[in-house]
């Protein structure tokens, strides 16, 4: 009421003071009324939600948690405990899920290689980490060291990779096509916007190619047909097909994604950097690339959470990724019939993952505004 | 040809060469036969009305438009498909654009810095020592952390020249470097330049800021239909037009 008053009060001209702006309402019940009742539609939405929570939540609560069994050693064990989920299951095969048949005196490995995956990613998600270009070195090693500690070789016991399953997999898979798609992806943008026209048609009928091919029928390639197109007795190995093909996969889309960010910036970003005399390189990866990647986040994540959860696709040729390593739980006779636990499990897992993704990239977006809008 | 580039290198006071250019969009013969010969320390106003190739004229002196025939030559070194030429032309000539074309990601003490440490190979910290002299001399040393949509147009349009400057250029285009500005913004952009005219600067200068032109350049040239139709020295230029297009564009241009 003062605030008004104070804004229609009089003042000479020139002299009126800079005022707070007019009330906003406080308190959290104005807010609930403003903004959940505000209008008979919004009520009834609000009404119609509420009810929907209602429902669904508490059951699921209730069979999730309050009824649920997390000891036993079958399925039985699980329902003379309770009528809800059966966690124990999941308890009981929950290294299996992890590490897939990753040799069990061998799995410090993968955990260690999964530490010093954090320490790799440290440098590039943040830029203020003490040491940054230490780290960065040690980052661009990260995937030889990785690669030795889970293979094996030069002093550690050698694991084959049809041993390699459950998550491992899936984080094998998913950061090796996360980080090369992204790389090769701008490479193939910038081929598609060349002036020389065999890389320029190189690189469209690369995209055209991969876009309109299922991934599903790349991984096919992968497992069966390669072999007839290599020279016979080359072994190949099957996993390494499957990044290369995820890989690639992956950066066709990104390609495209890359490439309509770099369709955002105006010509006068390329002329303004071509008058310093600065040659192609420099100027894409100084003035042109920060700017178009900054736009393209967006896609740039999309591809990636994709790529992510395209992962449990190689169940189809075989690989046991956690969906693999779930379906043949499964068959244990002890535990038949529990496929709500397992792949309520396997989704929780990636919800979170891809959820840290698309967190961090709103994260990196907002660091990343520096308020220009024209 | 190569004898021709000698001769120039050797006549030594002027610095950019025209000698009987063309240029064409597709078919659109948009530069006719352009011959313009720069002296050190020259300033050159350019005006015409639209469409007449001012831009597409200075814009071929750093080879952001090639041009089909004819020859350009900038202090002694031909524009040719040369890549290395056309860089170590581009290194000696500065330009300001219309839109201030300033890198949005990069702070104003980055936009000043990236032309040094990148192609001159200055080190940082010398870098921001000249550009932070630099934008002093522009009168903004204060926003040198912030980006550039954080200042206004006037102020932004600085930065640009500044940026320029860094780069140690020995000549100078401004492509209408105060048509995007509200009016209270060019003065202090105007004053700028004339500052830098006042420093022996070569400067080439596309502008309908007909003041700025009589108080600062040697020379006015008109441009029409991708021809220049009349060059004088401003006086004489203002006071006595010699083409029919030339007073018709005068007579509206200054009628505002
Ligand atoms: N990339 C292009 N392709 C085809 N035609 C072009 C292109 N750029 C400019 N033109 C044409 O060339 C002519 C000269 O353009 P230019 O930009 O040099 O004119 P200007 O004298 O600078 O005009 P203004 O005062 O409006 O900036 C115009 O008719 C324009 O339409
Ligand atoms: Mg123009």
Redesign the pocket.
Same mark, same amino acid.
């Given at each position: 009421m003062d605030d008004t008053a104070a804004a229609t009060q009089k003042y000479p001209p020139g002299k009126h003071p800079s005022l707070p702006p007019p009330g906003l309402s406080t308190g959290p019940l104005l807010w609930i009324k403003e903004n959940l009742f505000g209008s008979v539609t919004n009520a009834v939405l609000t009404v119609l939600a509420a009810w929907l929570l209602w429902v669904t939540i508490p059951p699921l609560l209730q069979w999730a948690f309050l009824d649920a069994a997390f000891t036993g050693e079958s399925r039985k064990d699980c329902q003379a405990q309770s009528p809800g989920a059966c966690w124990a299951f999941i308890q009981n095969r929950f290294e299996l899920f992890v590490y897939g048949f990753y040799p069990v005196t061998e799995r410090w490995r993968p955990n260690l290689a999964a530490v010093l995956l954090v320490v790799a990613l440290l440098p590039v998600l943040w830029d203020n980490v003490p040491q940054r270009a230490k780290l960065l070195i040690f980052t661009c090693a990260y995937p030889f060291v990785a690669g030795w500690l889970l293979i094996g070789g030069l002093g550690l016991k050698p694991v084959t990779t049809d041993q390699f399953g459950g998550f491992l997999l899936t984080l094998v898979i998913g950061v090796t096509g996360i980080s090369f798609s992204l790389p090769l992806g701008v490479l193939l943008a910038l081929g598609r916007q060349s002036k020389m026209p065999v890389l320029r048609t190189l690189s469209i009928a690369f995209i055209e190619f991969i876009r309109g091919v299922p991934l599903i029928t790349l991984l096919f390639v992968a497992s069966a047909m390669l072999s007839y197109f290599l020279p016979p007795g080359t072994d190949f190995n099957l996993l390494v097909r499957v990044l290369i093909m995820v890989t690639l996969f992956a950066s066709g889309y990104m390609a495209e994604v890359v490439r309509g960010g770099l369709q955002a910036i105006p010509k006068g970003q390329y002329e303004a950097a071509q008058s310093m005399g600065i040659g192609y390189w420099k100027m894409m990866r100084l003035v042109v690339l920060p700017q178009a990647l900054k736009i393209s986040i967006p896609g740039i994540v999309n591809t990636f959470i994709s790529l992510y959860k395209d992962t449990t696709l190689v169940i189809i040729i075989g690989l046991l990724d956690p969906l693999g390593i779930g379906k043949a739980s499964l068959a244990d006779a002890k535990w038949q019939g529990l496929s709500t636990e397992v792949y309520i499990f396997v989704a929780v897992f990636f919800f979170i993952s891809c959820f840290g993704m698309s967190r961090y990239a709103l994260y990196l977006e907002r660091k990343l505004d520096t308020g220009y809008r024209r | 040809m190569g004898d021709t580039a000698k001769l120039m290198r050797s006549s030594n006071d002027s610095i950019i060469q025209i000698i009987e250019m063309h240029k064409w969009?597709?078919q659109?013969h948009?530069?006719k036969n352009i011959n313009l010969t720069v002296k050190r320390k020259e300033r050159i106003v350019v005006c015409?009305?639209?469409?007449?190739?001012?831009?597409?004229?200075i814009?071929c002196i750093n080879r952001l /438009?090639e041009h089909q025939q004819g020859q350009i030559i900038v202090d002694g070194i031909e524009l040719t498909d040369d890549l290395k030429n056309i860089d170590a032309i581009r290194r000696e000539v500065g330009m300001v654009f219309?839109h201030f074309n300033l890198f949005p990601h990069l702070t104003v003490l980055e936009n000043c810095t990236l032309g040094p440490i990148w192609v001159r190979q200055t080190p940082k910290r010398e870098a921001e020592e000249i550009a932070m002299s630099y934008l002093a001399r522009v009168k903004i040393p204060e926003q040198a952390r912030k980006f550039p949509g954080q200042l206004s147009g006037g102020q932004q349009q600085r930065v640009a020249i500044a940026r320029s400057l860094c780069m140690n250029p020995k000549i100078m285009l401004f492509? /209408?470097p105060t048509?995007a500005l509200d009016p209270e913004m060019i003065k202090e952009v105007l004053d700028v330049m004339i500052e830098l005219a006042g420093t022996g600067m070569t400067m080439l200068v596309?502008t309908?800021e007909m003041g700025f032109a009589k108080t600062v350049a040697d020379r006015v040239i008109f441009?029409d239909g991708?021809e220049i139709i009349e060059q004088n020295e401003p006086h004489a230029f203002f006071g006595n037009p010699q083409n029919d297009r030339t007073k018709l564009f005068l007579s509206q241009i200054l009628a505002h």
């Open positions: - | 969009y597709g659109f948009v530069l015409g009305p639209s469409g007449s190739g001012k831009s597409t004229m814009r /438009e219309q492509d /209408e048509s596309v309908h441009m991708g």
